[in-house]
């Protein structure tokens, strides 16, 4: 078994979709949530899903759904902290997440941010036009900081950078030349734009 386990983030609200889940939209007759599984699922020993209400709605997945550990949608971090916990319990000393509504990230992924993380933290980030741009969701995090990320959240934290900065988190650099392989599905015009991708 790979001391790498992943998680699927899908707590958010999706208010800019309208609501519900987005990882249940469909992207050529498939849920995004598919897309994702099929990408994540080879990278990873083991694969759970965070995800806020009623889990039951994911049971054909098999996949154990993981709840926010702290109330009122506080964002990703808090799913990230939910699978850390999970990890732990699991016996793992890693965690790789992605993002739900990013169906088109790297089959590499993993063992990029493994290599560079050097038993930490590691976030994947894109360049443009000189410009980094980190994508934080898609990270890989140690399970030995989940109770650091737990006194921060308590105390209030809520972007991840903020928190991942202060453990010295690696930067891995992924090719958007030809498209950018962190594009996430945010609006109904988002989820016709992937549709035509996977068509294309």
């Given at each position: 078994?790979?001391e790498?386990?992943?998680?699927i983030l899908?707590g958010g609200?999706?208010?800019?979709?309208?609501g519900g889940?987005?990882g249940l939209?469909?992207?050529a007759?498939?849920t995004?949530?598919?897309?994702?599984?099929?990408?994540?699922a080879?990278q990873v020993?083991?694969?759970?899903?965070?995800a806020?209400?009623d889990?039951?709605?994911?049971?054909?997945?098999?996949?154990?759904?993981?709840?926010d550990?702290v109330?009122?949608?506080p964002?990703?971090l808090?799913?990230v902290?939910?699978?850390?916990?999970?990890?732990?319990?699991?016996g793992?000393?890693?965690?790789?997440?992605?993002a739900?509504d990013?169906?088109?990230?790297p089959?590499d992924?993993?063992?990029?941010?493994?290599?560079?993380?050097?038993?930490?933290?590691a976030?994947?980030?894109?360049e443009e036009d000189?410009k980094l741009w980190r994508?934080p969701t898609?990270?890989?995090?140690?399970?030995?900081?989940?109770?650091?990320?737990?006194?921060a959240l308590?105390?209030?934290l809520?972007k991840i950078?903020?928190w991942t900065d202060?453990?010295d988190?690696a930067?891995?650099?992924?090719?958007?030349?030809?498209?950018?392989?962190?594009?996430?599905?945010?609006?109904?015009?988002?989820?016709a734009?992937?549709?035509?991708?996977?068509?294309?």
């Open positions: 078994m790979t790498v386990a992943g998680v899908a609200q999706a208010t800019r979709m309208g889940d987005k939209r469909e992207i007759g498939r995004m949530l598919d897309h994702v599984i099929d990408r994540f080879p020993g083991a694969l759970a899903l965070n806020n209400g889990g039951a709605r994911f049971s054909a997945y098999g996949l154990p759904v993981l709840p550990s109330a009122g949608y964002g990703p808090a799913g902290l939910a699978g850390l916990d999970w990890a732990a319990a699991e793992h000393a890693q965690v790789a997440t992605v739900v990013t169906p088109f990230f089959t992924l993993v063992a990029r941010l493994s290599a560079a993380a050097g038993g930490g933290l976030l994947a980030a894109t000189g994508h898609f990270g890989l995090w140690p399970v030995s900081l989940r109770d650091d990320l737990r006194a308590a105390q209030g809520r950078v903020m202060r453990h988190a930067t891995v650099i992924f090719d958007s030349r030809s498209r950018d392989p962190f594009f996430n599905v945010n609006t109904p015009e988002d989820l734009l992937a549709q035509a991708m996977v068509r294309g």
